[in-house]
């Protein structure tokens, strides 16, 4: 775990302008840097960035944070992966909580990377290898693109490791080498290399394609400390500008597919590590909220895949088509041959996931016998009651066609009631009025800069406790608060920025003034109450009155208390 205080320390070395200017063009607007926010379709620039605060904010979708958390929504990766890339970007040391971890990290980083820059050399020097790359249409640019390289015998590999003075313990934790009865042997022996990245772009493992008649076509790094092929996708870190820009991912079956669909103009394409997803591949799926189509062989491993896949997909949520390529041909074969354009015909027309499902089971049944097809419409059901009401009700049609039975004979969700869940959606007046606060109603500006005031310096949080009152405040008493109230959800904070970042509205310097604008809230407020006794019918107003005007007249002279 990182350190907390190694974490403030690397945010106040960095300027969060030229972070943010990394990915996005900003200019000097005031105070504040401006530019097109990133996290939305913006066409004007809502987005502002403030390097004395070290905070961004759009004010139109209410982003912002600090650099850490830009980098984390731009890059879309986890807040100790965007800590160290920030780090890393300034030459800044971080500090863990457990030095050991850190240690290890960083020796198994560069274990692979050593690797694979050996890999790489080698390969010009071995022409089966690049005969067999060039036959399957790899290019050149393809090879430096993906850093395809060669595992020599197992012998020069640990020979390597030895010189460079790497323990067999450290090469073993990061997947380099195996061990057996014998002794420790390389993991990757005269196998063409594929370098596999996690998804921020670190190295984590090779796969290894076999050009002799080795019964294992493909191998995969070991699963290790820095390896779990359940949950990485190959190519990720290549295709994720590409997917986010799409809001599309294609997943195939391997390396060769990828690659060849790179070439076609597919740079969204990425491949799985086994046979099908995994429950562990979703959060980076729902992280970019992808539409996925499955692109695997036609063989019957593939169509399992699919199946499995399919399934894991639609009952997640996520909106999935599946496509099988016919002939026994597969992607690569399809660029390899020049149809790129019926691929791209393909991939527009994928079956969605849950009709794909749906027909594969009608598929296996003989719908001609009366029983079986009360089976077959069984299984079905047993698949949609995993899914969500709506969802599964909008294949009624499609069932009742495949099946050939009335479409009210049978029901697809388990309750009759298609339930809505209302806890998703908010009123939206109530919503409106906490996301916008002050902005939704005429402005008090004095209020919104005793706000900002203590928003950006705790000693006027203190001032108002000392001297203030909630009653003073009329325009925007719900902002107030959530600012005493200190709590600092994502909701309050896009409201604290929003305030923070309004050049419109200027915070205190000097306690004397802050004072003075407590002071003028309350002789307003004073005034409010002498107004509304006027027009009462209260027996004691008219003392009231004079004892408020008596408190008006103190204002001039004294403290609030």
Not at 61 to 69: D, F
Not at 96 to 125: A, D, M, P, R
Not at 492 to 518: G, P, T, W
């Amino acid at each position: 775990m990182i350190k907390e205080e190694s974490i403030e320390r690397l945010l106040s070395i960095v300027d969060i302008v030229e972070v943010v200017e990394r990915y996005v063009p900003l200019k000097r607007s005031g105070r504040n840097s401006v530019g097109i926010c990133p996290f939305h379709d913006d066409r004007n620039p809502s987005m502002s960035v403030n390097s004395q605060m070290g905070i961004f904010h759009c004010f139109s979708c209410k982003a912002g944070g600090n650099a850490i958390k830009f980098i984390m929504e731009y890059e879309k990766i986890s807040y100790p992966e965007a800590i160290e890339k920030l780090a890393a970007s300034v030459g800044f040391t971080l500090e863990y909580e457990n030095n050991h971890f850190g240690e290890t990290k960083k020796e198994s980083k560069k274990i692979l990377e050593l690797l694979n820059g050996y890999y790489q050399n080698l390969l010009y020097s071995n022409q089966e290898a690049l005969n067999y790359l060039y036959s399957r249409g790899i290019t050149d640019e393809l090879i430096r693109k993906f850093g395809i390289g060669w595992a020599p015998a197992s012998q020069n590999t640990i020979r390597l490791l030895e010189n460079e003075e790497i323990e067999p313990s450290e090469a073993l934790n990061v997947g380099a080498i195996k061990q057996n009865e014998r002794g420790f042997y390389a993991s990757f022996t005269e196998r063409i290399t594929f370098p596999i990245c996690n998804h921020t772009g670190h190295l984590v493992g090779f796969g290894g394609r076999t050009i002799s008649n080795h019964p294992a076509k493909y191998v995969n790094s070991p699963q290790c400390s820095v390896f779990d092929k359940s949950r990485i996708f190959y190519a990720f870190d290549l295709a994720k500008k590409s997917a986010y820009d799409k809001k599309e991912l294609i997943i195939t079956e391997g390396y060769m597919d990828v690659i060849m669909l790179h070439k076609a103009g597919f740079t969204n394409a990425v491949a799985v590590l086994g046979t099908a997803l995994t429950e562990l591949h979703l959060p980076l799926i729902k992280r970019g909220n992808f539409k996925v189509i499955l692109s695997f062989d036609g063989d019957s491993a593939g169509i399992n895949a699919a199946i499995k896949s399919a399934k894991l997909l639609s009952t997640n949520g996520i909106d999935s088509g599946v496509v099988i390529i016919q002939d026994g041909l597969d992607p690569a074969d399809m660029v390899f041959r020049g149809e790129i354009k019926k691929l791209k015909e393909i991939y527009a027309n994928s079956v969605e996931s849950g009709e794909f499902l749906i027909r594969n089971i009608v598929k296996n049944y003989d719908i001609s016998r009366p029983i079986v097809k009360n089976q077959a419409l069984n299984e079905i059901i047993a698949y949609t009651t995993t899914l969500n009401p709506i969802v599964a009700g909008s294949y009624q049609d499609l069932v009742a066609n495949l099946l050939k039975i009335p479409i009210n004979s049978f029901r697809l969700t388990k309750n009759s009631q298609q339930n809505t869940n209302f806890s998703e959606f908010k009123n939206e007046k109530t919503q409106n009025s906490v996301q916008n606060g002050a902005f939704s109603r005429q402005k008090d500006i004095n209020e919104l800069q005793i706000l900002k005031s203590m928003i950006l310096n705790k000693d006027y949080l203190q001032l108002f406790y000392d001297y203030g009152e909630n009653d003073d405040f009329k325009a925007h008493k719900d902002l107030l608060g959530i600012v005493l109230s200190g709590d600092e959800n994502d909701e309050n904070k896009a409201i604290f920025r929003n305030l923070a970042l309004d050049e419109n509205i200027l915070e205190f310097s000097e306690d004397d003034k802050f004072i003075m604008a407590l002071k003028i809230l309350r002789e307003n407020r004073y005034r409010d109450e002498i107004e509304i006794l006027k027009h009462s019918d209260d027996s004691d107003k008219l003392s009231k009155i004079m004892k408020l005007e008596n408190l008006i007249r103190a204002l001039k002279s004294k403290k609030l208390r």
